[in-house]
């Protein structure tokens, strides 16, 4: 298993901390197994193992379960009588009236909780109303670009890894499959598509129209990183197809994808006027490789915007508010504002060699007359400091934790 510091560090910092731990995330990120790698972390830390208690909603064995409070009596025999207690619930929305399994749980003063779910439907529901103030989210992501070269230690350079980055899954599962049988991984990516189109999306909402709903998420993937509205996917989509949707539908679809965790909106910030944007969005995809199973992709074409894809995972990783920053003739990639009232700006490019190109890139940056720190990242390997902005190699920066 590839060890994923960020989050086992969260963890950590939140031990025994009197608050609800919720996992987030899309299906198959790696939920399950960071919570069994904190699992043994608590057991190399001194916990006893009767101390540990996990369930899997998902497993076959608690189809029993069909209501709450037997859940929780299962819970409780069946762990100590005193000492802190950690219980481990995976996929609890499955269950029906999960939110008052988790709020008896939570009120036990010597409960230690971890939850997930792979749909925000977990934390929009009753939970979220019931819980307000009393948990934490952490949204689990697939592998950053530092856990996969992890997974393919010593085999290639860093280089040639991140070429391999930007054109494929990054799924754990996804990963592990490339390296012994690359030949699957499409057949792989397909199922956990459709089962999180179908499943969580589909047959969560009773929707019928799914061929309306699959043209939204091409117009999505094929447009990453640009700014567009509901009116513009529904405009476009009516020119295309040349039948009407209406915007309000195309806002419904674009809710259900966030929630499913497929697709990532991005708010608009204006930096003069320090104000939140509300009518257009940018949307990233928490994939590349769902993305390249649906779209004919071609490994040298479009890697700008992967590579934006790229970076805006990686700034979520490493913690803050991320929005995309309009000026008032230019844009910035990505502002991220931190706790402490402190912020950043990222331009990201995937060259910027010729002088035309970094003159452009850097334009939106030097019109921001604050001293907050101001980053360009390229795939170039000239790192600099430009006018107090530093050009940095993004492989540098995606490994620099690591190294």
């Known amino acids: 298993m590839i060890e994923r510091k960020v989050y086992i560090n969260q963890l ?155 054109n494929s899954s990054c799924f754990p599962e996804a990963v592990n499959l490339d390296k012994t049988s690359p030949d699957m991984v499409g057949s792989y990516l397909r199922a956990l598509y459709e089962t999180v189109v179908v499943k969580d999306i589909v047959g969560r909402n009773h929707l019928r129209k799914f061929d309306t709903l699959q043209r939204v998420v091409d117009f999505l993937f094929d447009s990453v990183g640009s700014i567009i509205s509901p009116n513009n996917i529904a405009d476009e989509l009516a020119r295309l197809t040349k039948t009407r949707i209406s915007h309000n539908t195309v806002q419904k679809y674009l809710r259900f994808f966030a929630e499913s965790f497929l697709i990532y909106p991005v708010q608009l910030y204006n930096i003069k006027g320090r104000r939140i944007l509300a009518s257009n969005y940018k949307y990233y995809v928490v994939d590349l490789g769902l993305r390249n199973i649906l779209q004919s992709n071609n490994p040298d074409a479009d890697l700008g915007h992967k590579l934006e894809n790229v970076v805006y995972f990686e700034l979520l990783r490493r913690g803050g508010t991320v929005y995309a920053g309009r000026t008032e003739s230019n844009e910035v990639d990505f502002i991220v504002m931190k706790a402490g009232g402190g912020r950043e700006y990222y331009q990201v490019a995937y060259t910027a060699n010729d002088e035309k190109t970094m003159n452009r890139e850097l334009s939106s940056l030097r019109k921001i007359r604050d001293t907050y720190p101001k980053y360009l990242l390229t795939t170039d390997f000239d790192n600099a400091n430009i006018d107090g902005i530093q050009k940095i190699n993004v492989i540098d920066w995606l490994l620099a934790e690591k190294k």
């Open 12 to 166: 950590i910092n939140l031990k025994d901390q009197h608050l609800i731990k919720v996992l987030t995330g899309i299906r198959r990120c790696g939920k399950s197994t960071l919570m069994q790698m904190f699992r043994e972390y608590l057991l190399s830390d001194g916990v006893a193992k009767e101390q540990i208690f996990s369930l899997n909603f998902e497993e076959r064995e608690t189809s029993q379960f069909n209501r709450w409070e037997d859940v929780y009596d299962h819970i409780m025999t069946s762990l100590p009588k005193s000492g802190m207690r950690y219980v481990f619930l995976d996929e609890v929305q499955i269950l029906p009236q999960f939110e008052k399994l988790v709020d008896a749980l939570f009120v036990k003063q010597d409960v230690d909780l971890y939850i997930t779910g792979s749909n925000a439907f977990l934390l929009s529901s009753e939970l979220g109303t019931l819980l307000s103030g009393r948990y934490i989210a952490i949204n689990v992501h697939p592998f950053s670009f530092a856990e996969y070269v992890s997974a393919f230690e010593g085999h290639t350079s860093e280089d040639r890894l991140f070429r391999r980055y930007l």
